[in-house]
C-alpha cells in the first residue's frame, strides 16, 4: 500500500510558477516509478509526467515540455512538479500516482487507469 499526497496548488498568473509536492507513505519510496496526471472540468485525467523509480529518466507529454520539471528526492519520500511558464490551459487538478509495473517500451506510463495508487488532487487555476 502506497498513501499519496499533495499539495502546493493555487493561483497564479500566466507567466508565473508554482512547485507542487507529491508526499508518501508505505512502500517503501525508492522502489516504485510515479507519475503527475491532470483534470480540467468536463475533461478526462491527462498525463503530465512521469519518472521512474530511481529519478534517472523523465517523461513529458509535449504540451508541458520545456515548461514543466519533474524530479523526486528518495530520501525525504517526496516528489515533485515544477511548473514555470504557466499558461491559463494549464488550470486543472493535479494528480500525483504510483506505477507499480512500468513497461517503458510500451509507453503505459501515459496510461492512468495502468496506475496503482493516487493522492487526492491538488487544484492548480491560472489566470489571464
Known amino acids: 500500500q502506497v498513501q499519496l499526497v499533495e499539495s502546493g496548488g493555487g493561483l497564479v498568473q500566466a507567466g508565473g510558477s508554482l512547485k507542487l509536492s507529491c508526499a508518501a507513505s508505505g512502500r517503501t519510496f525508492s522502489t516504485y516509478a510515479m507519475g503527475w496526471f491532470r483534470q480540467a472540468p468536463g475533461k478526462e485525467r491527462q498525463f503530465v509526467a512521469h519518472?521512474?523509480?530511481?529519478?534517472?529518466?523523465?517523461f513529458y507529454a509535449d504540451s508541458v515540455k520545456g515548461r514543466f520539471t519533474i524530479s523526486r528526492d528518495n530520501a525525504k519520500n517526496t516528489m515533485y512538479l515544477q511548473m514555470d511558464s504557466l499558461k491559463p490551459e494549464d488550470t486543472a487538478d493535479y494528480y500525483c500516482a504510483v506505477l507499480l509495473n512500468p513497461v517503458y517500451l510500451t509507453g503505459n506510463y501515459r496510461t492512468p487507469e495502468l496506475y496503482d495508487y493516487w493522492g487526492q488532487g491538488t487544484q492548480v487555476t491560472v489566470s489571464s
Open positions: 519518472i521512474t523509480y530511481s529519478g534517472r529518466s523523465t
